[in-house]
């Protein structure tokens, strides 16, 4: 049927329906409405991170475990509460105990709460924090695509099949990525993000300690002196909450340390190690590609990150824009 028999009324709810159902991300989206999002968000990571180096990590980390679990929709903030039929993300196993910065997601919700109340998404604010932190520990900035809007939902058997284990082969991280639409490159480049903070003891202990879990023998894709360090870090019997450099070169700065670290089989976690271990795999190419030049990492990680968070987002009036991040309104 073509519009022109269609009554005034009836075609601009027709538009509207096109407009607001296949509505864009854009970097401008905030602009008249709350055009100082992203310099408030920005002033109170720089404070926060003079109080904990480790928190420009913590906080892209947030947006990777946010976009990975049925997309780009704040979910991974959600407390888990039986009142509103949440079951929250953050006891998944990859989340509980080690995934942080929610704090300074609350604060930054609260600040633009006072100057633009119901206008930022909390999923837009980790999208804004995440280049903000990645940024500050000197790595590559981006145009951040806003526009997202918070899920009311959150699933953590979701969260458990779909984020990537240390423990991953190459198949299954490549299957993780592919279902989200980021490919070999994507996945290489986001690996990447390891070139700063840390992980806990108990993510590395069966690959230094008892690889096979029989015969206690380590992973023997570990440089020797390497493995000593990591077993002397991560003891048997020691504390599984224990923290360990992702990056034993440079762990707060955002460099392609992580890449060289590859090549000298000193990735921390086997799911790193893959990408370079992997005989006849592209991820080897590309490790070396990134390891030799920083600045081609850089462009790659940016375009990656944009690319990542367009993962299933919600616009123009699906979702909501919450007022308490940790809450469904």
């Known amino acids: 049927?073509?519009?022109?028999?269609?009554?005034?009324?009836?075609?601009?709810?027709?538009?509207?329906?096109?407009?607001?159902?296949?509505?864009?991300?854009?970097?401008?989206?905030?602009?008249?409405?709350?055009?100082?999002?992203?310099?408030?968000?920005?002033?109170?990571?720089?404070?926060?991170?003079?109080?904990?180096?480790?928190?420009?990590?913590?906080?892209?980390?947030?947006?990777?475990?946010?976009?990975?679990?049925?997309?780009c929709d704040g979910s991974v903030l959600l407390d888990a509460?039986?009142?509103?039929?949440?079951?929250?993300?953050?006891?998944a196993?990859?989340?509980?105990?080690?995934?942080?910065?929610?704090?300074?997601?609350?604060?930054?919700?609260?600040?633009?709460e006072n100057v633009c109340p119901g206008i930022v998404s909390c999923a837009d604010i980790l999208a804004i924090t995440a280049e903000i932190s990645v940024s500050l520990a000197g790595g590559p900035s981006w145009d951040v695509l806003l526009g997202r809007r918070d899920g009311r939902t959150a699933n953590r058997d979701d969260a458990v099949a779909a984020l990537p284990l240390?423990?991953?082969?190459?198949?299954?991280?490549?299957?993780?990525?592919?279902?989200?639409?980021?490919?070999?490159?994507?996945?290489v480049a986001l690996s990447g993000?390891?070139?700063?903070?840390?992980?806990?003891c108990a993510a590395i202990t069966n690959r230094v300690n008892n690889f096979d879990g029989i015969t206690g023998q380590s992973d023997p894709s570990v440089e020797p002196a390497f493995l000593q360090t990591l077993r002397r870090q991560c003891p048997r019997g020691g504390s599984p909450t224990a923290l360990v450099?992702?990056?034993?070169?440079?762990?707060?700065?955002?460099?392609?340390d992580y890449f060289k670290n590859l090549q000298n089989n000193r990735g921390v976690l086997e799911s790193d190690q893959i990408l370079f271990s992997s005989r006849?795999?592209?991820?080897?190419?590309?490790?070396?590609?990134?390891?030799?030049n920083q600045s081609e990492f850089f462009r790659i990680f940016a375009r990656s990150m944009i690319k990542m968070g367009n993962v299933k987002t919600l616009?123009?009036?699906e979702g909501e824009i919450r007022r308490d991040c940790r809450r469904v309104n």
Not at 81 to 91: I, M, P, Q, T
Not at 193 to 200: E, I
Not at 245 to 256: A, E, G, R, V
């Open 280 to 292: 006849g795999s592209p991820t080897v190419s590309l490790v070396n590609r990134f390891a030799e």
């Open 93 to 112: 196993f990859q989340n509980a105990g080690s995934l942080g910065g929610f704090e300074i997601i609350d604060e930054i919700k609260t600040a633009l």
């Open 166 to 187: 240390g423990p991953d082969s190459l198949d299954i991280l490549t299957t993780k990525f592919s279902e989200h639409n980021l490919d070999t490159t994507d996945l």
């Open 81 to 91: 509460s039986l009142a509103d039929g949440v079951e929250g993300e953050k006891e």
């Open 1 to 71: 049927m073509g519009l022109c028999n269609t009554t005034p009324l009836l075609l601009l709810a027709i538009l509207m329906f096109r407009v607001l159902g296949n509505a864009q991300l854009t970097s401008d989206f905030y602009s008249t409405t709350c055009p100082n999002a992203t310099v408030i968000a920005r002033g109170l990571i720089e404070q926060a991170s003079r109080s904990d180096v480790r928190l420009p990590a913590k906080v892209m980390r947030l947006h990777f475990h946010d976009c990975f679990v049925n997309g």
């Open 193 to 200: 993000a390891h070139t700063f903070g840390r992980v806990q």
């Open 315 to 317: 616009t123009g009036t």
């Open 245 to 256: 450099n992702l990056d034993p070169t440079s762990p707060d700065s955002f460099d392609n």
